[in-house]
């Protein structure tokens, strides 16, 4: 018996976007999650960067699909409600050899089928942005690279495939994979899962996956990527993405807003053996603290409102590992680029379950919905007197720092995939977020999440 | 119409909501908390109101504070958090508004920025280590303990040795947590002698002097922290709390919004004797200017800026320049940054390391124009210069210790 048409392994952006695409297209989905939320690995602890692939490997299928995706993300952002903002990009040349590599870099971008990066003199990259350190050369302006809310956009598409009947399982990791006659036998602790076809999503854990699944064709290396946050007050700052001219190894550290109104300096870029180990080290912190007083001496005299790490599932490969199967889609070595490309991904796997044989019948009004707004570019609740008016609970601010209310917490709580502990949601509400880092809200916060008033 | 918004309920916004009042004025206190009171309201231990020769705990001398600002015909609005504020032309600011009964927006002719102080976190502190839950802070314990009867853990490890730290172990006791160690990068305690002798004979724990905690370990909840002594040596605590104390940091969000000139010493808004900022009919009092000062000092910051709120309500012209309060190491800061001469004011000051009979000189152009002694100062703790020190200057100042 198979209880489902596909199981999606590892519920990240990316699996979530497939998982999402699947059900719409009309199969029955398990979407598989060995944490005990959606979005808790590499999806939760990036650089939040809307790319275009200007800088992609030309005819790399990571090249296609994060342009694709770029563009998916921005159609399909007032569906969900997940702010993208275009700030544009500014890669800046800070010595003569680097300077030497822009018009490299130009045609790189074309070759990707990006034609708006131009070439921009000193004084244009000082104008763009004045709050630069002292000794930039020359740069480049990609004025469609932005910025992205990583947690609202995994967290709508995980939902948006539950609320169209998919099954998420959390808390949920795979021990065993079988090749059965008419498809996959998945060993859960919580229980065997059986499926048509598989979808491996699993991001560090992808390379495991594999082998369980009988493959060999690659081995996850995590990098580790260090970040600093910026306290809000430095915001007006940074105008664009700062990028620093990528080298072989790493595109190097930057400097860039957020959505959510704060600062980001990062990432490190360490290969570790440890698929766990999100640990900020000093050595990182001060190396990042090197870079950020070059790129902009001033970004260093405001408040860190947090330090974390991300490890991004990086592989032998310098292209995303994606290989279609007989009954069975790889989807690994996704790096850093998964949440700009996962649409497009999503896009492809549909594309190629279905040429493979996967039969559906797509859902023809698909449910929709529509998540709470996280960014500073758009009114939150916070500031909508006819939403306080309507339900005092909005105007009940729990989170001083983050301007979180009551009424957010406790819709939190209720939707369809709520969060389990106060990392889940700080994700979905910002709440214990900003500055003061509970000083004045972590209790409150931890009993509301407790359900005490 | 307010004639005088006062944002922030603490010693500093009550006392001169209470003060302002009394004159006459329309004065409305919005605070973010779901009580007026501030910071004394959870810290549940004796030495609060000294200065009027009392002993009360905080939760008490909040009350009075409160009482005090309603009688004088003040209205007090809780949870009630400005968002926004922006100077108007021709003086004051309009804030916008938010609490439960709706978002507004309230012009005002003064405003009072009294909005206090926090500790600065582990994340500010850049402390190394993974992201475990039980590391928090001295505001977050007191309330967790005292305002929802939450638990921390069994065995702290508590950073900072200034009188919160200690306020911090007693809390700890209270709600059954042992502190195992108390660590300090300085080269002894701040706090007063009899504070430590007492906390350490009573809780049974060591003070680590000149030594840091430089990982945090831990998945879901912290299992212990590697310190690390300034000679290099390095040792590893078992706990499942840390609580970093101190290290103050003035709230100074509204005034960046505002775009209200800062002390760069301080990270708060820049003031003088009379608790103007550089924005017209914008002052600013307590731990915003001076962080952390007692709550008594907040007090009289309160209290002292109402003569000066009511002859700005009066048509009082604003001053547009200022002689300059600079002060020499081991002193960090002065609040007042800045004065009018001819305003004198007690000048609020901190130092980097503790002094003992600490002579104090105030120079003008290079040359004393007066001098005072004070029987010790230490770190963390602020002291005060009487108004005198200030009262023969006519320009730009440096405040050195002879």
Not at chain 1, 206 to 220: C, K, M, N, Y
Not at chain 1, 357 to 362: D, H, I, K, R, S
Not at chain 2, 249 to 274: C, F, K, Q
Not at chain 2, 352 to 367: C, I, K, L, T, Y
Request: charge should be neutral.
């Amino acid at each position: 018996m198979t209880a489902y048409d596909a199981a999606v392994i590892g519920a990240g952006a990316v699996g979530s976007a497939i998982a999402s695409a699947l059900t719409r297209q009309g199969a029955r989905v398990a979407l598989i999650e060995a944490r005990g939320d959606v979005g808790a690995g590499t999806s939760k602890a990036n650089t939040a960067i809307w790319h275009t692939g200007f800088d992609a490997k030309p005819g790399s299928l990571e090249a296609r699909l994060v342009a694709r995706g770029h563009r998916l993300l921005e159609e399909r952002a007032e569906e969900f409600g997940w702010p993208i903002q275009r700030v544009g990009a500014l890669l800046v040349a800070w010595d003569e050899e680097q300077v030497a590599r822009l018009d490299a870099i130009i045609e790189q971008s074309r070759a990707n089928g990006y034609t708006r990066a131009r070439a921009m003199s000193a004084d244009e990259v000082y104008a763009a942005e004045p709050c630069l350190g002292p000794g930039a050369l020359a740069g480049v302006g990609i004025p469609d690279e932005g910025l992205l809310d990583p947690w609202t956009i995994t967290l709508a598409l995980a939902t948006d495939a539950v609320v169209n009947g998919a099954t998420l399982l959390l808390d949920t990791p795979v021990s065993r994979i079988d090749r059965v006659a008419d498809g996959y036998s998945i060993e859960t602790p919580s229980g065997v899962v059986s499926c048509a076809w598989l979808v491996n999503a699993a991001g560090l854990g992808s390379d495991l996956v594999d082998r369980a699944a009988g493959h060999s064709g690659f081995t996850i290396t995590p990098r580790r990527g260090q970040l600093i946050v910026y306290d809000k007050a430095a915001r007006d700052l940074v105008r664009h993405v700062i990028l620093p001219v990528p080298t072989a190894t790493t595109k190097g550290v930057l400097v860039s807003p957020t959505v959510y109104g704060n600062v980001l300096l990062g990432p490190t870029a360490e290969d570790l053996e440890d698929r766990t180990d999100t640990r900020v080290t000093p050595e990182g912190l001060d190396f990042l603290l090197g870079h950020g007083r070059r790129i902009m001496p001033e970004l260093l005299d405001f408040e860190v409102t947090a330090t974390y790490a991300g490890l991004r599932a990086a592989t032998e490969h310098s292209d995303y590992c994606y290989a279609v199967f007989e009954r069975y889609v790889r989807v690994a070595g996704i790096r850093s680029t998964g949440i700009s490309s996962c649409l497009a991904l999503a896009e492809q796997v549909c594309g190629d379950l279905a040429e493979a044989g996967l039969v559906t019948t797509p859902i023809s009004t698909p449910r929709t919905i529509r998540m709470p707004n996280l960014a500073e570019d758009r009114p939150r609740p916070y500031a909508d007197a006819d939403l306080i008016a309507g339900d005092p609970a909005y105007g009940d601010l729990v989170c001083l720092c983050e301007r979180v209310s009551a009424g957010e917490i406790r819709d939190a709580l209720a939707s369809l995939v709520p969060p389990r502990d106060t990392d889940g949601l700080r994700r979905r509400t910002r709440a214990l977020a900003g500055r003061c880092q509970g000083f004045h809200c972590g209790a409150r916060v931890a009993a509301a999440l407790a359900g005490r008033p | 119409m307010t004639d005088v918004l006062i944002i922030g309920g603490g010693p500093a916004g009550l006392s001169a909501a209470a003060a302002i009042a009394a004159r006459g004025a329309r004065v409305r206190v919005v605070d973010r908390d779901e009580a007026a009171g501030g910071v004394p309201r959870h810290s549940h231990h004796p030495g609060y109101g000294l200065r009027e020769a009392r002993v009360l705990d905080g939760p008490a001398y909040a009350r009075r504070l409160v009482e005090r600002a309603i009688r004088a015909g003040a209205r007090i609005d809780v949870r009630a958090t400005v968002t926004d504020l922006r100077p108007l032309v021709g003086g004051g600011a309009e804030a916008d508004i938010t609490a439960p009964g709706g978002r507004e927006t309230v012009s005002a002719r003064a405003v009072v920025l009294a909005t206090g102080c926090r500790e600065r976190p582990r994340s500010a502190r850049l402390v190394a280590g993974s992201r475990p839950s039980g590391v928090l802070t001295t505001g977050w314990l007191q309330r967790l303990v005292h305002l929802d009867q939450g638990s921390p853990g069994t065995r702290a490890v508590v950073v900072g040795a200034e009188h919160v730290s200690y306020s911090a172990v007693v809390t700890l006791a209270e709600a059954g947590c042992r502190t195992v160690a108390m660590v300090t990068q300085d080269d002894n305690h701040v706090s007063f002698a009899a504070f430590d002798l007492v906390a350490r004979a009573r809780f049974r724990f060591p003070v680590l002097t000149r030594t840091r905690i430089s990982d945090i370990h831990g998945g879901d909840r912290v299992t212990g922290v590697t310190i690390e002594r300034s000679d290099g040596r390095r040792g590893h605590v078992e706990c499942d709390t840390v609580v970093f104390t101190g290290d103050w940091y003035p709230e100074s969000d509204l005034a960046v919004r505002a775009r209200i000139d800062r002390d760069p010493r301080t990270h708060g808004p820049l003031v003088d004797t009379r608790a103007r900022t550089g924005t017209p009919g914008v002052f600013a009092a307590g731990n915003l200017i001076h962080p952390a000062s007692t709550a008594d000092a907040c007090r009289q910051d309160g209290k002292r800026l109402a003569d000066g709120v009511a002859s700005w309500l009066d048509g009082s012209a604003w001053p547009d320049a200022w002689a300059s309060i600079d002060v020499h190491s081991p002193l960090l800061w002065s609040a007042p940054g800045h004065f009018v001469p001819g305003e004198a004011g007690p000048i609020r000051l901190q130092t980097a390391r503790p002094v003992n009979s600490p002579r104090f000189q105030v120079e003008q152009d290079g040359r004393a124009i007066w001098h005072g002694r004070l029987p010790y100062i230490r770190p963390t703790r602020p002291f005060a210069l009487p108004a005198a020190a200030l009262a023969g200057a006519r320009g730009p100042v440096r405040i050195r210790i002879a």
